[in-house]
């Protein structure tokens, strides 16, 4: 890993798919989790380690 948040480098404002397949754009980052918004109200809270691909490209932790 490139860095202590798993390698994922800066996902802000980034497209990506969690493993469970949610397709959501990052709006808030923190050490152990992230925020993304999956509609236009709609925002949930998650682990980061439940992304499986950032813009397409796959974290090597998850499903792809």
Not at 26 to 49: C, D, H, P
Request: positive net charge.
């Amino acid at each position: 890993d490139r860095s202590p948040s798993r390698g994922l480098g800066d996902v802000y404002k980034r497209q990506i798919v969690t493993a469970g397949g949610i397709h959501g754009v990052v709006t808030e980052y923190g050490e152990e989790n992230l925020v993304i918004s999956v509609e236009s109200q709609a925002k949930l809270r998650i682990e980061k380690s439940s992304i499986a691909m950032i813009n397409g490209e796959g974290t090597g932790t998850g499903k792809k």
